[in-house]
Nanobody
Framework: QVQLVESGGGLVQVGGSLRLSCVAS????????MAWYRQAPGKQRELVAR??????NLADSVKGRFTISTDNAKNTMYLQMNSLKPEDTAVYYC??????????????WGQGTQVTVSS
């Protein structure tokens, strides 16, 4: 129902900045919600930020440093990451939540993009 293509990952130094992009194959207004998750080696996948038509949620660990936003005209969601720390190192995944007419929720995922923060 929706394809997600991520870009923007890479290697940055501590304190640096990076912007991730996720392009969706359909209009964002047709998507119930979108989110960024991350997964570090040996760790569970963690919700980083989520956005829908009425609210934005950020994980406590990234508040004040990360910003989630969308450009509806470009079908694109962004994650602006500032003041990066080594513990931000992970594979970052784009997520889309769809809800059918009969109320069934489903999740779709991008392939992931690697973010590495080094000293």
């Amino acid at each position: 129902q929706v394809q997600l293509v991520e870009s923007g990952g890479g290697l940055v130094q501590v304190g640096g900045s990076l912007r991730l992009s996720c392009v969706a194959s359909r209009r964002i207004f047709t998507i119930h919600a979108m989110a960024w998750y991350r997964q570090a080696p040996g760790k569970q996948r963690e919700l980083v930020a989520r956005i829908n038509s009425s609210s934005i949620n950020l994980a406590d660990s990234v508040k004040g440093r990360f910003t989630i936003s969308t450009d509806n005209a470009k079908n694109t969601m962004y994650l602006q990451m500032n003041s990066l720390k080594p513990e931000d190192t992970a594979v970052y995944y784009c997520n889309a939540e769809l809800v059918t007419t009969n109320g069934v929720r489903s999740d779709y995922w991008g392939q992931g993009t690697q973010v590495t923060v080094s000293s």
